[in-house]
């Protein structure tokens, strides 16, 4: 049995080509966007676990992930649209969630 090797270029290349048209976009509290390369090497993220992000987004729209110690907001975005379109949306849903 081949050995798994974790290829966030091809993990990305199957999205791309599956009926899903979307990037996934990370924002981190106070720092840049990182792209959806960035993301996949970050948490280690594989396909069954993305899929399972992407069925949750679809239905939240923005989903909260705490991991490795972090928390990590997640959204789906066409693809083409920019990361501080984004992360300005975020920001906003955030502060929605912790003015109550």
Do not use: C
């Not at 939240?60 to 083409?80: A, N, V």
């Amino acid at each position: 049995m081949e050995k798994q090797v974790f290829d966030p270029l091809l993990i990305f290349q199957q999205v791309l080509n599956s009926e899903i048209k979307w990037l996934i976009v990370i924002i981190l509290q106070n720092e840049a966007a990182l792209t959806f390369l960035e993301l996949l090497v970050i948490i280690g993220i594989n396909k069954e676990r993305l899929q399972t992000m992407l069925w949750e987004m679809e239905k939240e729209r923005i989903i909260k992930r705490e991991i490795r110690g972090r928390t990590y907001y997640f959204e789906l975005t066409s693809l083409g649209q920019s990361a501080w379109e984004i992360g300005n949306r975020i920001e906003k849903w955030w502060h929605h969630q912790h003015t109550y």
